[in-house]
């Protein structure tokens, strides 16, 4: 086009000179505009994205106050699951000791609560478990550096122990309960879910996991369950709460065990044989006589939640995680 604008004369030339600057402007302008948009789509609203996918945008000062509140909810009010089962316990606990030991653990609760206090000294490592939604955007920084960053400020605000050490043999406190140990998912939709479950070292200590060989089927797994609660003894607290990872690999058993314990107390496992297992092992379980505080009774166990996994023809995982009567974990959706 400019070509032949200058191909007509000096004159002409000039206009074709300016046609070209007109033209850059507008170019430039035009660019200008969809840069700016693009930003505002990004930042003050929701993107949608090629094929009409809205995409939600979550700021990491969201995720650092979810985080913080929950550090401190969880250890100062204790679940209704929870409750409920020290109240149904002991009514069924025939130790007068056992008795006395529920009944000071429900009150324990309740003090808790009212005067938002830990409910134990021991305020956990907290471990966080992260359900991300793939048309979930984070802005505003490191979405791992947010969440610690909210166990940094709830554990501070709400006056709880700080339990971990940067070093594993040299045992410095890091002095603010960081760094969080963090599970994420990846899943469908819109919502960004997090779970703060703290998690005291004397449970912790006693779990154990077990690469079974295939032969040893349900009965193995039974056994190692019920050896494990019997070698814990009174040091993870009881009445426990048992979270059973079966299948996958060494990894992935341990990390069933523990998402295990985020169900709710009693909840039954959607596989009918596995539901099975559940009631037989807390029958089991709570024949060891190990009961409350490890002083004998009938409430050793609240609950027994397994959770299971394909598994390699050649093995058998089994991994036990432990939870104590202060089974906390909180959780909200962003």
Known sequence: MF??????????KVAGVTGRIEFTVINKISIMVRILLLIFWGIESNITAKGGTTIKTINTSVITEAVKKMCQDANFNLGNDVMEAFKKYYESEVSLTGKEILQILIKNAEIAREEQAPMCQDTGFAVVFVELGQDVRIEGGDFYEAINEGVRQGYTEGYLRKSIVSHPLERKNTGDNTPAVIHTKIVPGKNLRIIVAPKGGGSENMSAIKMLKPADGVEGVKKFVVDTIK??????????????????????????????????????????????????????????????????????????????????????????????????HKEVVL
């Open 231 to 328: 070698a814990a003894g009174p040091n993870p607290c009881p009445p426990v709460v048992v979270g059973v990872g079966i299948g996958g690999t060494y990894e992935k058993a341990a990390l069933l065990s523990k998402e295990a314990l985020l169900r709710e107390l009693g909840e039954k496992s959607k596989y009918p044989d596995i539901a099975k297992l559940e009631e037989e092992l807390l029958e089991e379980i709570n024949k060891t006589g190990v009961g409350p505080q490890g002083l004998g009774g009938k409430t050793t166990a609240l609950a027994v939640h397994i959770e299971i996994y394909g598994a390699h023809i050649a093995s058998l995982p089994v991994a036990v995680n432990l939870n104590c009567h202060a089974a906390r």
């Open 3 to 12: 070509d032949n604008i200058q191909g007509l004369g000096n004159k002409h």
